[in-house]
């Protein structure tokens, strides 16, 4: 994958951020995945991964949105995989889920947003 | 001379010579001395005799006068003087005075005998002369000469009269009257007109034709009456003269003029004359009659103004040429017509009448009106461009065009061919007779239905009553179409036209397709009806077979299109050595559908044969054909062992298929087991091969010529290495040829998409080239398209040797999906094998490499197990601590049965078991 591929598309709702991943990610493009991530985390709201156009991610995706999301000391952020996502397996054996809020669809994830932190 | 002659003749006068002066002298001189001798002498020396001797010689040499004074001077002195001189006694008296009167009487007498005679002499002499003169005259005449007395007979008559009279010499006529020489009708005749002339006394002129040896001779005679010396009339004297020649010129020029008056008028010329410069000097009335020019208006060059200002330039021009070449002027132009307030085209000429100097003397000039037939023509030719735009519209239909653009074509030609109108095509549905749509319209407020309208109960439409009774419909005006139509009222008062309404029936044979309507904007005169009755009539069935064919060809472009895309939706036997994309998109010029294949054939020895191919003609039967010659490729494939055997064998085959010849195709064995592939072509588009490095190349060096082109075609193959991870790409022209663009830029085309999209998926890859093929450009012919990638030499094995770059890692998890998928793995497994190998690769890449050391990455299937190994030449035992590294490996444990890292002293070893999920263990 070329580096200046487009792996993230980030959306602004009134209260929070939406980061869609598309594509491959892998080593060659982790690190525009790392930018678009933090760029996202910087508005300051909650960021909420959506990944259901993603093709695949690989350990060095899961590292980037951990670096960025998860130990972030932002309020608590969130991941929508639906189970249908083609990349719904590889979150689950890459255990970050644990560190994310994860959700099945984006009203999930947004109703627990709306619900206030915890 | 003869009038010299006749004229002292008849004056009758002595001649004067010198004997008469002579004789003169003497009577005076005896005069003289008898005088003087009475006076100065005696008596007797003095006798009277010599008086009377002067008066007897007085008496022979002069006239009756002279002698008389002379006699009378005698007696006087004789007797007068002697009385009073008494010498004379010895005579008495009266015997003087008797003396002297017999000597004057008899000297006077003597005078006058003498004179009598002299005259009788001179006529006589002067008879003479003149007859011979007249004579002559008369012989030597070519015209007839003649005399006759009151009986009508010939006195004098010359050889012309004799022939005028058929007979050759005037002898054979003197002496004759007419009656014993010419018929006895003529004989009356000339008798008659002899009549006249003796009754009037006067000279009169006759018109006689006579029958000679030269044929009917006209003569005009003049004939005189001939008088004697007391004034009777006693003959006639002729002279005729031939008229026959001037007579039949005369005829000729009245038989011209009457045929050039007859041509004027029915050519209802106009008739002008004009001054050298083309100046009109005097009035024109013919010309002020057509043009309503009054004098003023039309004189000196004004007339010039009648001609149509758009002609008038060429006009004169043409008229300053006739001018300087002194030659006939023609022209044709339109000039104005007074009574009918308008131009008309006439045919106008003037001819140039020379002067005695060689010069112009004046132009007479005329023209015709010719306006009747110059607008026949004008409207049969508008009828036959009509025609022919409309079998032009027709032709097109060959080239697939929907009767909606058939039917706009025809409207256009009629609104470009008749005055104002509107206009609409209404089409019955040819399946359902009961539903009727508007497919085209001009100058009206319409709308072009997509949706087919019932036949509503109780709404009568013209082109229902159009479509039962075959006939047209005609309406004077939207009164009359309201009547006939109350359902269309509030449509035709929308459309506000007030002329006449025209629907004509568009048929095919016995069958009404629809109706075309014209209405007019404003009433037409019957003369414009007719015509545009004529020019319906004309188009109409045109339009009609048009639409029929173009129903005809589109429903079988329908059945053509279905039979393609059903002949193509063949399954491509999934490979894990080969994975092949494949396409087929229709153009957007449905009647070009058909004819275009494409193929993949798994061989008995392990190669894999690519076929495209492109049926000459189009539609149904390039759709049959094409689905001969791919089964016939197939077969001839799977017996074959190289792509020239196959093409040449089919080559024979293509001979016995009708329509089959000069078909092209492209046909590539790949062997993947040797990374290799033989090719040929007949006469197709190369395939393009598209490395994983480097520039896509086409593989143009087996070139040939079409199927069947003919014996003794000798075709040839290349053989090249296809490294694994390559792709090649087969096509069909409709995807590289355009319309007014050289091949060689639609191939470019294609190369530069296929470079740019080489990362991309294979299936993306086909995408981006369509894309890029059409972008600006809309398909018109159908694309039948292979594209194919090399996965592995083997279904059981996949191996790749990779560059220690990131950018290696996605298409190498590609190819692996697609042996795996291909080999039979689910979906889900699969992506599970590929993501335990890919955190294998990519920490060999991130961290395995030393230098440019390669990956070695090596995948078996044994059964229903998958075993892979990563090897590099690095080691990567330091970053085992690293988080992404750690959760790389917790990654493959999670779905890998087993894994094993062997640190080695030239690099590190991963080794994955791993279940293959396959459902059909190859």
Same mark, same amino acid.
């Given at each position: 994958?070329?580096?200046?591929?487009?792996?993230?598309?980030?959306?602004?709702?009134?209260?929070?951020?939406?980061?869609?991943?598309?594509?491959?990610?892998?080593?060659?493009?982790?690190?525009?995945?790392?930018?678009?991530?933090?760029?996202?985390?910087?508005?300051?709201?909650?960021?909420?991964?959506?990944?259901?156009?993603?093709?695949?991610?690989?350990?060095?995706?899961?590292?980037?949105?951990?670096?960025?999301?998860?130990?972030?000391?932002?309020?608590?952020?969130?991941?929508?995989?639906?189970?249908?996502?083609?990349?719904?397996?590889?979150?689950?054996?890459?255990?970050?889920?644990?560190?994310?809020?994860?959700?099945?669809?984006?009203?999930?994830?947004?109703?627990?947003?709306?619900?206030?932190?915890? | 001379?003869?009038?010299?002659?006749?004229?002292?003749?008849?004056?009758?006068?002595?001649?004067?010579?010198?004997?008469?002066?002579?004789?003169?002298?003497?009577?005076?001189?005896?005069?003289?001395?008898?005088?003087?001798?009475?006076?100065?002498?005696?008596?007797?020396?003095?006798?009277?005799?010599?008086? =009377?001797?002067?008066?007897?010689?007085?008496?022979?040499?002069?006239?009756?006068?002279?002698?008389?004074?002379?006699?009378?001077?005698?007696?006087?002195?004789?007797?007068?003087?002697?009385?009073?001189?008494?010498?004379?006694?010895?005579?008495?008296?009266?015997?003087?005075? $008797?003396?002297?009167?017999?000597?004057?009487? %008899?000297?006077?007498?003597?005078?006058?005998?003498?004179?009598?005679?002299?005259?009788?002499?001179?006529?006589?002499?002067?008879?003479? !002369?003149?007859?011979?003169?007249?004579?002559?005259?008369?012989?030597?005449?070519?015209?007839?000469?003649?005399?006759?007395?009151?009986?009508?007979?010939?006195?004098?008559?010359?050889?012309?009269?004799? =022939?005028?009279?058929?007979?050759?010499?005037?002898?054979?006529?003197?002496?004759?009257?007419?009656?014993?020489?010419?018929?006895?009708?003529?004989?009356?005749?000339?008798?008659?007109?002899?009549?006249?002339? #003796?009754?009037?006394?006067?000279?009169?002129?006759?018109?006689?034709?006579?029958?000679?040896?030269?044929?009917?001779?006209?003569?005009?005679?003049?004939?005189?009456?001939?008088?004697?010396?007391?004034?009777?009339?006693?003959?006639?004297?002729?002279?005729?003269?031939?008229?026959?020649?001037?007579?039949?010129?005369?005829?000729?020029?009245?038989?011209?003029?009457?045929? #050039?008056?007859?041509?004027?008028?029915?050519?209802?010329?106009?008739?002008?004359?004009?001054?050298?410069?083309?100046?009109?000097?005097?009035?024109?009335?013919?010309?002020?009659?057509?043009?309503?020019?009054?004098?003023?208006?039309?004189?000196?060059?004004?007339?010039?103004?009648?001609?149509?200002?758009?002609?008038?330039?060429?006009?004169?021009?043409?008229?300053?040429?006739?001018?300087?070449?002194?030659?006939?002027?023609?022209?044709?132009?339109?000039?104005?017509?007074?009574?009918?307030?308008?131009?008309?085209?006439?045919?106008?000429?003037?001819? *140039?009448?020379?002067?005695?100097?060689?010069?112009?003397?004046?132009?007479?000039?005329?023209?015709?009106?010719?306006?009747?037939?110059?607008?026949?023509?004008?409207?049969?030719?508008?009828?036959?461009? &009509?025609? !022919?735009?409309?079998?032009?519209?027709?032709?097109?239909?060959?080239?697939? =065009?929907?009767?909606? /653009?058939?039917?706009?074509?025809?409207?256009?030609?009629?609104?470009?061919?008749?005055?104002?109108?509107?206009?609409?095509?209404?089409?019955?549905?040819?399946?359902?007779?009961?539903?009727?749509?508007?497919?085209?319209?001009?100058?009206?407020?319409?709308?072009?239905?997509?949706?087919?309208?019932?036949?509503?109960?109780?709404?009568?439409?013209?082109?229902?009553?159009?479509?039962?009774?075959?006939?047209?419909?005609?309406?004077?005006?939207?009164?009359?179409?309201?009547?006939?139509?109350?359902?269309?009222?509030?449509?035709?008062?929308?459309?506000?036209? %007030?002329? *006449?309404?025209?629907?004509?029936?568009?048929?095919?044979?016995?069958?009404?397709?629809?109706?075309? &309507?014209?209405?007019?904007?404003?009433?037409?005169?019957?003369?414009?009806?007719?015509?545009?009755?004529?020019?319906?009539?004309?188009?109409?069935?045109?339009?009609?077979?048009?639409?029929?064919?173009?129903?005809?060809?589109?429903?079988?472009?329908?059945?053509?299109?279905?039979?393609?895309?059903?002949?193509?939706?063949?399954?491509?036997?999934?490979?894990?050595?080969?994975?092949?994309?494949?396409?087929?998109?229709?153009?957007?010029?449905?009647?070009?559908?058909?004819?275009?294949?494409?193929?993949?054939?798994? %061989?008995?020895?392990?190669?894999?044969?690519? /076929?495209?191919?492109?049926?000459?003609?189009?539609?149904?039967?390039?759709?049959?054909?094409?689905?001969?010659?791919?089964?016939? %490729?197939?077969?001839?494939?799977?017996?074959?062992?190289?792509?020239?055997?196959?093409?040449?064998?089919?080559?024979?085959?293509?001979?016995?298929?009708?329509?089959?010849?000069?078909?092209?195709?492209?046909?590539?064995?790949?062997?993947?087991?040797?990374?290799? $592939?033989?090719?040929?072509?007949?006469?197709?588009?190369?395939?393009?091969?598209?490395?994983?490095?480097?520039?896509?190349?086409?593989?143009?060096?087996?070139?040939?010529?079409?199927?069947? #082109?003919?014996?003794?075609?000798?075709?040839?193959?290349?053989?090249? *290495?296809?490294?694994?991870?390559?792709?090649?790409?087969?096509?069909?022209?409709?995807?590289?040829?355009?319309?007014?663009?050289?091949?060689?830029?639609?191939?470019?085309?294609?190369?530069?998409?296929?470079?740019?999209?080489?990362?991309?998926?294979?299936?993306?890859?086909?995408?981006?080239?369509?894309?890029?093929? #059409?972008?600006?450009?809309?398909?018109?012919?159908?694309?039948?398209?292979?594209?194919?990638?090399?996965?592995?030499?083997?279904?059981?094995?996949?191996?790749?040797?990779?560059?220690?770059?990131?950018?290696?890692?996605?298409?190498? !998890?590609?190819?692996?999906?697609?042996?795996?998928?291909?080999?039979?793995?689910?979906?889900?497994?699969?992506?599970?094998?590929?993501?335990?190998?890919?955190?294998?690769?990519?920490?060999?890449?991130?961290?395995?490499?030393?230098? !440019?050391?390669?990956?070695?990455?090596?995948?078996?299937?044994?059964?229903?197990?998958?075993?892979?190994?990563?090897?590099?030449?690095?080691?990567?035992?330091?970053?085992?601590?690293?988080?992404?590294?750690?959760?790389?490996?917790?990654?493959?444990?999670?779905?890998?049965?087993?894994?094993?890292?062997?640190?080695?002293?030239?690099?590190?070893?991963?080794?994955?078991?791993?279940?293959?999920?396959?459902?059909?263990?190859?």
């Amino acid at each position: 994958m070329s580096g200046d591929e487009v792996v993230v598309r980030i959306g602004h709702e009134p209260d929070c951020t939406l980061v869609a991943l598309v594509g491959e990610i892998d080593l060659s493009n982790v690190d525009a995945l790392a930018k678009g991530l933090d760029d996202a985390v910087a508005r300051g709201l909650p960021v909420v991964i959506e990944v259901s156009d993603l093709e695949f991610i690989d350990s060095a995706g899961f590292a980037a949105i951990h670096r960025s999301v998860a130990s972030s000391d932002a309020p608590a952020n969130h991941l929508v995989v639906p189970p249908e996502a083609p990349t719904a397996r590889s979150f689950a054996v890459s255990g970050l889920p644990a560190a994310l809020s994860c959700h099945q669809t984006f009203d999930e994830a947004r109703a627990e947003i709306q619900r206030g932190p915890t | 001379l003869v009038s010299e002659a006749g004229v002292s003749g008849v004056g009758g006068n002595p001649a004067t010579s010198r004997g008469q002066v002579a004789v003169a002298a003497l009577v005076v001189v005896l005069i003289a001395v008898s005088l003087l001798a009475s006076l100065l002498s005696s008596p007797k020396a003095v006798p009277p005799y010599l008086s =009377v001797g002067a008066a007897f010689v007085a008496a022979a040499f002069f006239s009756v006068r002279v002698t008389a004074l002379v006699a009378v001077w005698g007696t006087l002195q004789g007797v007068v003087l002697a009385w009073f001189v008494d010498e004379y006694r010895g005579w008495s008296f009266w015997s003087r005075l $008797i003396f002297g009167l017999t000597t004057c009487g %008899m000297s006077i007498a003597l005078a006058a005998l003498r004179a009598r005679r002299e005259q009788q002499l001179a006529e006589a002499k002067v008879d003479l !002369r003149t007859a011979d003169l007249l004579r002559t005259l008369a012989e030597t005449s070519a015209d007839p000469i003649f005399v006759k007395d009151r009986e009508g007979r010939y006195l004098v008559a010359n050889d012309a009269t004799a =022939v005028a009279l058929g007979r050759t010499r005037g002898d054979e006529v003197v002496n004759h009257r007419d009656r014993d020489l010419v018929s006895s009708e003529i004989a009356d005749w000339i008798e008659a007109d002899d009549q006249r002339v #003796f009754r009037s006394g006067e000279s009169l002129e006759f018109e006689d034709v006579l029958q000679t040896e030269h044929g009917e001779r006209t003569y005009l005679t003049h004939k005189s009456a001939l008088r004697d010396e007391t004034g009777a009339v006693v003959g006639l004297t002729a002279v005729a003269k031939d008229v026959t020649a001037r007579d039949q010129t005369k005829r000729a020029l009245e038989r011209s003029e009457h045929r #050039f008056r007859s041509l004027v008028e029915a050519t209802s010329a106009i008739v002008w004359r004009a001054d050298p410069s083309g100046a009109f000097r005097e009035r024109q009335p013919a010309w002020s009659d057509y043009t309503g020019q009054t004098w003023e208006q039309q004189r000196g060059h004004g007339w010039l103004e009648a001609v149509h200002v758009d002609d008038r330039d060429a006009f004169v021009s043409r008229w300053n040429q006739a001018r300087v070449d002194t030659t006939l002027f023609d022209s044709l132009t339109r000039i104005w017509h007074d009574p009918s307030q308008g131009f008309r085209h006439v045919a106008c000429r003037a001819v *140039p009448i020379a002067s005695d100097d060689g010069g112009i003397h004046e132009w007479i000039g005329s023209f015709a009106d010719i306006h009747d037939r110059v607008v026949a023509e004008q409207r049969v030719q508008r009828i036959t461009r &009509a025609r !022919r735009l409309v079998a032009d519209a027709a032709s097109r239909v060959a080239v697939a =065009v929907a009767p909606e /653009t058939i039917a706009d074509e025809a409207l256009r030609v009629l609104a470009e061919h008749l005055p104002r109108h509107g206009s609409s095509v209404v089409l019955t549905d040819a399946e359902d007779a009961s539903r009727w749509k508007v497919i085209a319209f001009a100058g009206v407020r319409a709308a072009v239905a997509d949706e087919w309208q019932e036949f509503r109960p109780g709404v009568r439409v013209p082109v229902q009553d159009v479509a039962v009774t075959g006939r047209s419909l005609e309406f004077d005006g939207p009164a009359d179409y309201k009547l006939a139509y109350p359902d269309l009222a509030s449509s035709i008062d929308d459309a506000g036209a %007030m002329g *006449p309404t025209f629907i004509v029936p568009l048929s095919a044979g016995a069958r009404v397709l629809g109706t075309v &309507a014209l209405t007019f904007g404003e009433p037409l005169d019957e003369s414009s009806r007719h015509e545009v009755r004529l020019a319906l009539d004309e188009l109409a069935p045109v339009i009609g077979h048009s639409l029929n064919q173009a129903q005809f060809l589109q429903l079988e472009a329908r059945i053509a299109s279905s039979f393609q895309q059903a002949m193509l939706e063949l399954y491509v036997e999934p490979d894990p050595r080969l994975h092949v994309t494949t396409r087929y998109q229709a153009g957007s010029v449905v009647l070009e559908a058909g004819g275009d294949w494409y193929d993949v054939i798994h %061989m008995p020895d392990g190669r894999i044969a690519l /076929t495209v191919g492109d049926v000459v003609g189009r539609s149904l039967q390039a759709a049959t054909v094409m689905g001969r010659l791919r089964t016939a %490729m197939r077969a001839l494939v799977l017996s074959g062992s190289d792509p020239v055997e196959v093409l040449t064998r089919l080559d024979a085959l293509v001979e016995t298929i009708d329509g089959a010849q000069f078909s092209t195709c492209t046909c590539v064995f790949i062997d993947p087991a040797n990374e290799r $592939i033989t090719y040929t072509n007949a006469g197709h588009p190369p395939p393009l091969a598209i490395p994983m490095v480097g520039e896509p190349r086409f593989l143009d060096d087996a070139q040939g010529v079409p199927l069947g #082109f003919g014996p003794g075609t000798a075709r040839r193959s290349v053989s090249m *290495p296809l490294p694994v991870c390559s792709r090649l790409v087969l096509y069909t022209d409709g995807l590289v040829e355009r319309r007014r663009e050289s091949l060689d830029a639609g191939l470019a085309r294609l190369a530069d998409a296929s470079h740019a999209a080489r990362r991309l998926p294979l299936e993306a890859l086909q995408r981006e080239i369509v894309q890029s093929s #059409f972008a600006d450009y809309e398909q018109q012919d159908d694309v039948a398209m292979i594209c194919a990638e090399l996965v592995s030499q083997s279904t059981t094995r996949f191996t790749r040797s990779i560059e220690p770059d990131p950018g290696e890692l996605a298409p190498t !998890r590609r190819s692996l999906t697609y042996w795996l998928r291909a080999g039979g793995a689910a979906p889900e497994r699969s992506r599970d094998i590929v993501l335990a190998i890919g955190e294998a690769l990519a920490n060999a890449v991130e961290h395995g490499h030393n230098g !440019r050391a390669r990956v070695e990455l090596d995948v078996r299937r044994e059964g229903d197990q998958i075993t892979a190994t990563v090897q590099d030449r690095g080691s990567w035992a330091d970053q085992v601590v690293d988080d992404t590294r750690g959760r790389g490996l917790r990654i493959m444990e999670a779905l890998a049965d087993r894994v094993e890292v062997d640190r080695g002293d030239h690099g590190t070893k991963v080794s994955l078991l791993l279940p293959s999920g396959s459902r059909d263990v190859r």
